[in-house]
């Protein structure tokens, strides 16, 4: 009975996956379509990069790795489709973006659907990611007050100044897998400015994207504003040289994000580069206990630590060392398995290859002498026996130098560290390279206030264990964790995607009556 359980679990997943992939994908070849031009095609290509369910290794999808002339075709769309874009209407814009926002919450069980089908994550995790996209999305239907410019009357006599905010021109995103929903609407906020976008989803997870696009181009986004293409490195390149695109977003590794700023500012780009983090969880004795515990779990584990803003590194202060035995009891409890299975807390890893260097990162801990509390390599989910699993990992007695420490495992293991002091905690936590976030876990508000005043990191949370900003606010990810000058979303976002013009104009209140033109500098008295 509980084989025949299991089997029909997997035919499930796998009639269920077949169904989502025929509404999406061409006929029985599951090819994923460019969009360009505001039409959905085929691409040409001879090269293809296969999806894969992270539960089963069954092929759900083929991503083209688009032609060169199919990415210029992308390119030169966009540039056209801006002139009138640009020019139409902040009201009309704002308009397109609640029907859009709209149609996003009336469809949101869909693509989180498709998203656990290609990147692995539960239904429920899947169900947040589409809903943080929707709530840039939301804050971006706020477009004709995020747009507006200054103005000084009498700046001088009969002299006024004033500044618009206008659109830059064609801007480009290149998105990563971990989350295929919420930050291709980051990037999404552009077309709100009035530009028009050139988007590359991750080859991995291209189906998200495709389903929001449609829905882009049914609440009335004009052919050409939007333009989807599919690629690995070239395409990258192609979006960081092309002469179209004007400026450049991205997240994603350090590898690839230092290498797209690097080569898109050497073209006289705009670049916003978000990258690793080891974000880490500073735990007073004084805190509430239960709660820091439970927040921790999730923090670590949720998405299968697939997150840039897991908290994937504990501090322990003084009295509290004794809590990571804690944390493994909680841990213990979840459960990894398929993400369409109801109460799974931790799903499959995105590839075996991701899988491998988190498992070989934890290895390094121990031959460097970290002691590891709980071990989740090698899990096994019972009828899914080729997934990317790997179970909840805590690794104590970790020190600063260790491998595990220094590398971003990305993967659903916590590593331990133990200080006596707020203060060492503060210095440990700011000779860390990265600074996308942090979080401090105690009931006292003059220790939560020294921590938020002496930590360097650009994201923080009191007893908020994943502190990434609402829409309204930026993305405020540092130091090695960000390469460019405006962080995503939020003011800075649409700073990012517009620049300022500014006009200083004279009148005179005499109607011209000075006959003989002026030679000596103004002054503007």
Known sequence: LITMALFA????????????????????????????????????TK???????????????????????????????????FASWSQTSVIARQNIMFKFQHLLKEHQSNI???????????????????????????HACSIPSLMMGENLPSVAKDIDTYSYRLPLGVTGGICPFNFPAMIPMWMMLSLACGNTVVLKPSERVPGAMTYMAKLALEAGLPAGALNIIHGTKDAVNFVCDDANIKAVSFVGSDQA???????????????????????HGVILPDANKTATLNALVGAAFGAAGQRCMALSTV???????????????????????????AGTDIGPMISPEAKQRAYDLVQSGVDQGATLLLDGRGVEVEGFPDGNWMGPTILTDVTTDMDCYQQEIFGPALVCLKVDTIDEAIALVNGNRWG?????????????????????????????????????????????????????????????????????SLWRADDATQLKAATSMPVMK
């Open 9 to 44: 679990q997997r035919l499930a997943t796998r009639l269920h996956a077949q169904t989502l992939a025929a509404r999406f994908y061409s006929s029985e070849s599951l090819q994923v379509p460019l969009l360009i031009d505001g039409e959905f095609r085929q691409s040409t």
């Open 47 to 81: 090269e293809w990069f296969p999806v894969h369910n992270p539960a089963t290794q069954e092929v759900v999808a083929m991503t083209p790795l688009a032609t060169a002339s199919e990415m210029q075709e992308a390119s030169d769309a966009a540039q056209r489709a």
């Open 112 to 138: 989180a659907e498709i998203i656990t089908r290609e990147q692995g994550k539960t239904l429920a995790d899947a169900e947040g990611d589409v809903l943080r996209g929707i709530q840039v999305m939301e």
């Open 257 to 279: 994000g230092t290498h797209i700023w690097e080569r898109g500012t050497g073209n006289g780009k705009r670049v916003q580069s978000n990258m690793g983090a080891k974000n």
């Open 315 to 341: 501090v322990l202060v003084g009295e509290a060392h004794s809590w990571a035995e804690d944390l493994v009891e909680l841990a213990k409890g979840l459960s990894v398995n398929v993400g369409t299975v």
């Open 436 to 504: 996308n976030g942090t979080a401090i876990f105690t009931n006292s508000g003059a220790a939560a206030r020294k921590f938020t005043m002496e930590i360097e990191a650009g994201q923080v949370g009191v007893n908020v264990p994943i502190p990434v900003p609402l829409p309204m606010f930026s993305f405020t990810g540092n130091k090695a964790s960000f390469l460019g000058d405006q962080n995503f979303y939020g003011k800075a976002g649409v700073n990012f995607y517009t620049q300022l013009k500014t006009v200083t």
